[in-house]
């Protein structure tokens, strides 16, 4: 299912619009994924997260119900 | 095998709901994984009269649940159980669960941080580990028996649910007689009206009192946010999404929790390895969540002409999603049909997918987290009281579970300082 967090960094991008604010992506991946106070949007806390985040990262992508992260 | 066969209207539709038979209280029916494998999008009679397509595929599920564009939430969530639901009726002005886009959203972005953000999480947390444990203080008091369901879950879910929201303790029973008449598949939407006008009276003082005095919790912070922003939440909006919260909020984690530690029970080496390695205890509470699924089943309703899994569909049609059954798919997770409280990765159905999925997810994982954290600490000795086949199930709630959960113990330790 996931590709795991093999080889190079990865990029994050995100659709901030399509958030619905489940907090899935912060609580998969705490160091890397936050959300803001004020409408519990995401925000990227780490654009280019150590390796030993890229498991979490994928996983935070593939878990977002909305399909807002977007991991290469 | 073609769909040519199994349009609306035929005699031999498969009825839903599919029995449950006693011997496996744990997992979907079983004729479930059948219908995965050669039916995977078949034509069914649902108890309330609509014919729609179930589908059983992990993929298939994730692929509608997560198209609103395709699939809209608009008829209503459980409209194949709940009789009083009817797909027709207009979509009323705080009925969030049906709205798609950007109505949605403005419910959505308001409610979220206070149910959803890691911060939230742990300003709650300290509330929940006290509710737990002043819970078994008082059982512990009480002798060495209880029913975990009905004595722990559901006054523990409920606490805590009310203290986020700032309902008192004392006022819960209108929340309560609220949920039990929604569950029930059987009410007429007479009935609802009936037990949700006391439930919204009350409500609306807390709305006025909350306003000119805000106070520490959910609702107070949701009034403070909507003002800020660009259509600031009418009273009765706020009315709405606090029994949006409520009567949603404790029954469904009150059941996983019981029907969680029952399994928990019925798999000891499991258990086990929890007591061994507490470490594990959010993947266990995500396997539960998997191997349980809380829902049965949601429906969406299609925009257009299309397909699921290349099986036609056309616009109009109900979807029913089984997610129980999407969850056990081996196609998505290996031995699916094996309780594993280490599963990784487990990216579970259990909670729904796309726009809709879950508001309370979060709180559900801090409630179900905190409690099995407890009770392996403090009640090493918590057993079933009555042997497994003589647990009675629920019957005539859409929310499938225990309905009593007897345990029983040799001592239950201090509470001491929490982890
Ligand atoms: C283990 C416990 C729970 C389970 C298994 C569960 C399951 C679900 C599922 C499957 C949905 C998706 C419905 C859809 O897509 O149409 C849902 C929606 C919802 N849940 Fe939960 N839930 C649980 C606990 C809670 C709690 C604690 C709350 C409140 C704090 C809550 C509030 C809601 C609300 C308001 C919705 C509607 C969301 C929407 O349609 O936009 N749930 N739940
Ligand atoms: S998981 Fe997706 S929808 Fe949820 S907060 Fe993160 S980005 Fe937003």
Redesign the interface.
């Known amino acids: 299912?996931?590709g795991g967090g093999g080889g190079g960094p990865v990029r994050i991008g995100v659709d901030v619009d399509?958030c619905?604010?489940?907090?899935?992506c912060?609580?998969v991946a705490?160091g890397v994924f936050?959300?803001?106070?004020?409408?519990?949007?995401v925000v990227v806390l780490h654009r280019d997260p150590p390796e030993d985040q890229h498991e979490a990262v994928h996983?935070a992508a593939?878990?977002c119900?909305?399909?807002v992260i977007d991991v290469e | 095998m073609d769909a040519s066969t199994d349009r609306p209207g035929g005699p031999d539709l498969l009825d839903l709901p599919l029995p449950q038979p006693r011997e496996c209280p744990f997992g979907p029916p079983p004729e479930m994984a059948g219908l995965r494998e050669r039916t995977p999008v078949v034509r069914v009679k649902c108890p309330t009269g609509i014919t729609a397509w179930l589908v059983t595929r992990y993929d298939d599920v994730r692929d509608v649940l997560g198209d609103a564009g395709r699939f809209s939430s608009r008829a209503g969530q459980a409209i194949h159980l709940m009789a009083h639901a009817d797909p027709d009726r207009p979509v009323g002005d705080v009925e969030f669960s049906r709205m798609d886009g950007a109505d949605y959203q403005r419910f959505r972005r308001i409610i979220g941080p206070e149910v959803s953000t890691a911060q939230r999480m742990a300003e709650l947390r300290p509330m929940v580990q006290d509710l737990v444990d002043e819970r078994l203080d008082a059982l512990a008091a009480a002798g060495q028996a209880a029913d975990f369901y009905g004595d722990f879950a559901v006054p523990v879910t409920t606490a805590a649910i009310g203290g986020l929201v700032g309902v008192p303790y004392e006022d819960r029973e209108l929340f309560h007689n609220a949920a039990a008449v929604m569950f029930s598949g059987a009410t007429s939407q007479a009935d609802v009206l009936k037990v949700m006008r006391p439930l919204h009276e009350y409500l609306y003082k807390l709305v006025v009192t909350r306003r000119a005095e805000p106070a520490d919790d959910s609702l107070s912070r949701i009034i403070a946010r909507s003002e800020a922003g660009e259509r600031p939440f009418t009273d009765v909006e706020l009315v709405g999404i606090c029994a949006a919260l409520l009567v949603p909020g404790f029954d469904t984690t009150a059941t996983v929790m019981a029907h969680g530690l029952l399994t928990l029970l019925a798999h000891p080496a499991e258990l086990a390895r929890l007591r061994a390695d507490p470490s594990l205890i959010p993947s266990a509470v995500e396997e539960i969540v998997r191997f349980l699924g809380g829902a049965p089943g949601i429906v969406r309703q299609a925009t257009r002409d299309t397909e699921i899994g290349g099986h036609p569909v056309a616009e109009g049609d109900y979807v029913v999603l089984a997610m129980q059954a999407a969850d056990r798919d081996t196609g998505a997770f290996p031995d699916p049909d094996r309780l594993d409280v280490g599963r990784r990765p487990n990216n579970h159905l259990g909670f729904g997918y796309g726009t809709h999925q879950c508001f309370g997810q979060q709180t559900a994982r801090l409630e179900l987290t905190v409690t099995l954290e407890t009770l392996l600490r403090r009640v090493p000795s918590l057993r079933l009281a009555v042997p497994l086949d003589d647990v009675p199930f629920k019957t005539g709630s859409i929310v499938y579970g225990p309905a009593e959960v007897p345990v029983t113990w040799d001592a239950v330790l201090p509470a001491g300082k929490a982890g």
Not at chain 1, 34 to 41: I, L, P
């Open positions: 299912m996931t399509k619905v604010a489940s907090g899935m912060a609580f705490p936050g959300q803001r106070e004020e409408d519990g949007v996983e593939v878990r119900p909305a399909q």
